[in-house]
Nanobody
């Protein structure tokens, strides 16, 4: 069992930056690939980014590629999402998620590929 707790959300102006963190409990954090998703009001949960167990491989959704960076520190049981050049359309609740099984790229963008979820953290981009 893995418990995930997100932090770092808040209110930021357009063009600004935020860094989200997701702290995982348990000793097997490095056994899980990790992902970030987001959900805006009235919309489906959207894939943002994914990182492999070692951190050597990353994948991004098209709407955030080039602006967001996912990283992890297995010694600290933490995954990060650095968000730059934020836009109002980035406003959403951001969730981190963990998956224990290898999935191909077509699968990792889907919520059903992930076994564990955090409670989410609100990010609001507004002037």
């Amino acid at each position: 069992q893995v418990q995930l707790v997100e932090s770092g959300g808040g209110l930021v102006q357009p063009g600004g930056s935020l860094r989200l963190s997701c702290a995982a409990s348990g000793r097997t954090f490095s056994s899980y690939a990790m992902g970030w998703f987001r959900q805006a009001p009235g919309k489906e949960r959207e894939f943002v980014a994914d990182i492999s167990r070692s951190g050597s491989s990353t994948y991004y959704g098209s709407s955030v590629k080039g602006r967001f960076t996912i990283s992890r520190d297995n010694a600290k049981n933490t995954v990060y999402l650095q968000m730059n050049s934020l836009k109002p359309e980035d406003t959403a609740v951001y969730y981190c998620a963990g998956r224990s099984e290898f999935k191909n790229i077509a699968a990792i963008v889907g919520t059903t590929s992930y076994d564990y979820w955090g409670q989410g953290t609100q990010v609001t981009v507004s002037s």
